[in-house]
């Protein structure tokens, strides 16, 4: 059962614009959401997170937006460049330090 | 963040055999966690590594098919035991530094091929 949800496998952005990956969840019991980048042959690197608490929370380039009632995040780059290229994983607390990840979107940015 | 490394970085093995998976952290760390990440799917946890006990396995995983090991704060190992062509998967230990934040950091993965 797939609680955590990634429905775009990839997506396509130019250089200088912004970057917007979706993740929704299933469990109203997740409290708290994290992003995580992948580059090959590299494990995930964590990039920001967002307590259920909170409807926003912003890092330099990143953002990422929390809608509880539609049990939906996303995270936004802007501006994206060519080294944000990479797959993106949503992951949210299940429990104690448990994570549940979704399945990830493989961001390409073209110059 | 920690410095995670692994061994091996990648291995292909037989069917039927066992391989041991380390995990080195550059500093002591409370909590270390083992995920597998088989093609195409999500990163999925095997089980929370605990120093001085028995680990703790999640749903679907076993002690017998995966024992873990965890001697102190900066050292632990997976065994992927009886391995079949299904275990063919990336093996990643992660970390989690502070009490109450939920944020880990990841080693670089183990890839393993069963043939």
Partial sequence: D????????????????????NCDYTNSMFDYFLWYKKYPAEGPTFLISISSIKDKNEDGRFTVFLNK?????????????????AVYFCAARRSGYALNFGKGTSLLVTP | SAVISQKPSRDICQRGTSLTIQCQVD???TMMFWYRQQ???????????????EATYESGFVIDKFPISRPNLTFSTLTVSNMSPEDSSIYLCSVGRLAGSYEQYFGPGTRLTVT
């Fill in chain 2, 27 to 29: 500093s002591q760390v």
């Fill in chain 2, 39 to 53: 093609p195409g799917q999500s990163l999925t946890l095997i089980a929370t590594a605990n120093q001085g006990s």
């Fill in chain 1, 2 to 21: 797939q609680q955590v949800k990634q429905n775009s496998p990839s997506l396509s952005v130019q250089e200088g614009r912004i970057s917007i990956l």
């Fill in chain 1, 69 to 85: 009632s539609a049990k939906h995040l996303s995270l936004h780059i802007v501006p994206s460049q060519p080294g944000d290229s």
